[in-house]
C-alpha cells in the first residue's frame, strides 16, 4: 500500500501504480501472471469526473490490461468487496492468480465537494424526504449542513454513540481513549496518515465535529491506494511458498431495513464467517475494524462476538485490545490514525493484517499472531450499513 495522506500533486493513476508494483513485487510475480483485476473507487465519479472506466484508466500503464477488469463500487466497503471477488474468481476455479486494487482521491480544493460525494452512500430519495420535513420544523439528526462544513455520515454516528453511551456507560473519555490508542499504534506505521501520538485532553479539546464527537474521533479525508495478490493453493506451491497466508473466509452482506431486535449487518456477516472459518472469536488473535468515528471500534468488537453487549469500553479499559492482549485492535492506527482514503480502506486493512501475519511490523508487531481478520463496512441504508464484509486469515 502506498502511504496514506494528502497528496495535491497526486491522483488515482499515481497511487495505484505504486500500490500494485509493491504488491507484484512482493508476491514475486509479474503483471503477465496475473489473470483478471478487480479495481475498487467510490467517488471518482463525482471528485475527478472519471464516472465510468476507473479501473482501466487508472492501471493503463502497468502492464495489467488486456486480462478480465472488474470496477467495483460499494462505498466504504468497495476495497473489500473487490477482494472479496478476487477470491471468488479463484475459488470458482476459473483463475490461479486474480488482483484485488483499491485506490482513491478524497482531497479537493473544494472540500464541500469531497463531503457531498461521500454523502451519496445513502438513500438520496430519503434523505431528501428528510430535509423536507426539515423545512416543515421537523429536525432529523444527520442531515443538517450535510455536504457543507462536514459529512452528514459524522452526525448520523453521533446519534448511535448517544444512544450507544445509555447502553454501555461510555463516556467521551473512552472515545478518546479509543483514538489515543489509534495515534500510538499510527506512531509506529510508516504508512499511516498520522504518526502523531496524542493525550486524552488533546483528543477531547479538538474541534467538536457532533456531539460528542471531536474531529480527533473522527477518521480524516485523504488519499491512498492499496493492493493485494490472490493466489490458489496450487500455483502457490508452484511459486515455492512454503506457508502463505490463508483466506479463511471472505462473507460479504448487503445491509437491510431491519427492527431494532434484528441482528445488524456486523452480526449476521460475523456469525458465517466464523462458521466458513470454522472458528471462535476467542480464536483472533488480531483485527482491523471500520473505526470511521472512535466509538464504532467500541462497538464492533460487541458485533464480533468479543465480548457482550455493552462490554466495549470495560475491553478497551482492561487493555485485551492493545499490544499483548488477546485481541489487539487496529495495530495499523485504524481509520482514525492511518487514514480512510474509502476505495481502498478495506485491502488497507488486509495488508496490515497480512504483514502482522507474517511478522513483518516491527514495533507494532503482534506476536505470535496466527489468525487476523478484517471488518469493512460501506453506507448506510435506513438503520443498518449498506454493505459489509468480514474476512479472516490464517497462516
Request: with cysteine; charged share 20%; hydrophobic share 45%.
Amino acid at each position: 500500500m502506498t502511504r496514506f495522506g494528502k497528496y495535491s500533486d497526486r491522483g488515482v493513476r499515481s497511487l495505484a501504480e505504486e500500490a500494485v508494483g509493491d504488491a507484484l513485487k512482493d508476491a514475486g510475480i509479474t503483471p503477465k501472471d496475473v489473470e483478471a483485476v478487480f479495481f475498487s473507487n467510490a467517488i471518482a465519479g463525482l471528485i475527478t469526473g472519471q464516472e465510468m472506466i476507473r479501473g482501466q484508466v487508472a492501471l493503463r500503464n502497468t502492464g495489467l490490461l488486456g486480462v478480465p477488469l472488474f470496477n467495483v463500487e460499494n462505498a466504504c466497503a468497495s476495497a473489500s468487496s473487490a477482494f472479496h471477488l478476487a477470491w471468488m474468481a479463484i475459488q470458482s476455479g476459473l483463475y490461479d492468480v486474480t488482483l484485488a486494487v483499491g485506490a482513491e482521491k478524497m482531497t479537493h480544493p473544494d472540500k464541500a465537494l469531497t463531503f457531498r460525494a461521500i454523502g451519496t452512500a445513502v438513500d438520496l430519495d430519503q434523505i431528501r424526504e428528510l430535509k423536507a420535513r426539515m423545512s416543515a420544523g421537523d429536525k432529523q439528526p444527520g442531515i443538517e449542513g450535510a455536504g457543507e462544513k462536514k459529512s452528514f455520515f459524522m452526525d448520523i454516528y453521533a446519534a448511535s454513540t448517544r444512544e450507544y453511551m445509555k447502553i454501555s456507560g461510555a463516556t467521551a473519555e473512552t472515545f478518546a481513549d479509543v483514538a489515543v490508542k489509534s495515534h500510538a499504534f499510527g506512531a509506529m506505521n510508516p504508512k499511516a496518515q498520522f504518526n502523531d501520538r496524542v493525550t486524552r485532553e488533546q483528543v477531547l479539546a479538538s474541534r467538536e465535529v457532533s456531539a460528542p464527537l471531536t474531529v480527533m474521533m473522527c477518521s480524516p479525508i485523504g488519499d491512498g491506494s492499496a493492493a493485494a495478490v490472490l493466489m490458489s493453493e496450487k500455483y502457490a506451491r508452484k511459486m515455492g511458498i512454503a506457508t502463505p497466508v490463508e483466506v479463511r473466509a471472505s462473507v460479504l452482506f448487503s445491509g437491510r431495513d431491519r427492527a431494532d431486535n434484528e441482528p445488524t449487518a456486523l452480526e449476521r456477516v460475523a456469525k458465517r464467517a466464523y462458521e466458513v472459518a470454522g472458528i471462535g472469536p476467542s480464536d483472533i488473535n488480531v483485527l482491523e475494524v471500520h473505526d470511521a468515528a472512535a466509538p464504532a471500534e467500541l462497538i464492533s468488537y460487541e458485533e464480533l462476538g468479543l465480548c457482550a453487549r455493552g462490554e466495549g469500553p470495560k475491553m478497551l479499559a482492561n487493555g485485551v485490545m492493545n499490544l499483548g492482549g488477546a485481541h489487539v485492535c487496529n495495530p495499523s492506527g485504524g481509520l482514525l490514525s492511518k487514514g480512510h482514503p474509502i476505495g481502498a480502506t478495506g485491502i488497507a486493512q488486509i495488508v496490515e493484517i497480512v504483514d502482522q501475519l507474517r511478522g513483518r511490523c516491527d514495533a507494532r508487531q503482534v506476536k505470535g499472531a496466527r489468525v487476523g481478520l478484517t471488518e469493512n463496512g460501506g453506507g448506510f441504508l435506513g438503520r443498518d450499513a449498506a454493505a459489509m464484509s468480514v474476512h479472516i486469515f490464517s497462516r
